[in-house]
C-alpha cells in the first residue's frame, strides 16, 4: 500500500486494526508532517487516531486508547528526522530507524511519567531529556 493509499485507509478508519502498529504511527506522523507542518500535522494526528481507536472500539481510559504525550512527543522525533531529500516512507525508514523502535521515547521519558494516567490526557514535557521543538522544517 502506498502513502496515499495508507493515510485514506486510516482517515477512513477502514485500515485492519492488526497494521495499527507503531510502524504505522510513524508512518501517519510522517506523512502528515511531509503534507502540512507540525501544527497541523498534531491536529491531524490526535483527531485521525481517536477517530480511529474509536471506530475500532478502542476506548479511552488508563492504559488504553489516545496517549498526548506520546503522540506529540513522537510527532517531534520524526519531525526532527525529516530531511528535504527523503520523499518516502521506505527511505525514512533507511534514515531515522531508530524511531521504529517505541522504547526510543525512554530516552526522553520514565515509565512512571508516561503511566501517569495526566499524561495520557495532556502533553508532559519529558523529565530525562529534552525533545526537540517541532518547528515544522524542513
Not at 80 to 88: Q, T
Request: include cysteine.
Amino acid at each position: 500500500m502506498n502513502d496515499a493509499e495508507f493515510i485514506i485507509a486510516f482517515e477512513e478508519c477502514t485500515l485492519p486494526i492488526e497494521q495499527w502498529d507503531h510502524r504505522a504511527h510513524v508512518r501517519v506522523a510522517w506523512i502528515y508532517l511531509q503534507r502540512h507542518g507540525y501544527a497541523r500535522a498534531l491536529d491531524l494526528m490526535r483527531q485521525g487516531i481517536l477517530a480511529f481507536n474509536s471506530s475500532n472500539g478502542i476506548r479511552i481510559g488508563p492504559g488504553t486508547g489516545y496517549h498526548e504525550t506520546l503522540t506529540r512527543a513522537f510527532l517531534r522525533l520524526v519531525d526532527a528526522e525529516r530531511n528535504a531529500s527523503i520523499i518516502d516512507f521506505n527511505s525514512f525508514c533507511d534514515h531515522a530507524s531508530k524511531l521504529l523502535d517505541k522504547k526510543i521515547i525512554l530516552e526522553h521519558y520514565s515509565k512512571e511519567l508516561l503511566d501517569d494516567p495526566i499524561t495520557r490526557m495532556e502533553f508532559v514535557e519529558p523529565d530525562q531529556s529534552s525533545l526537540p521543538d517541532g518547528s515544522g522544517s524542513p
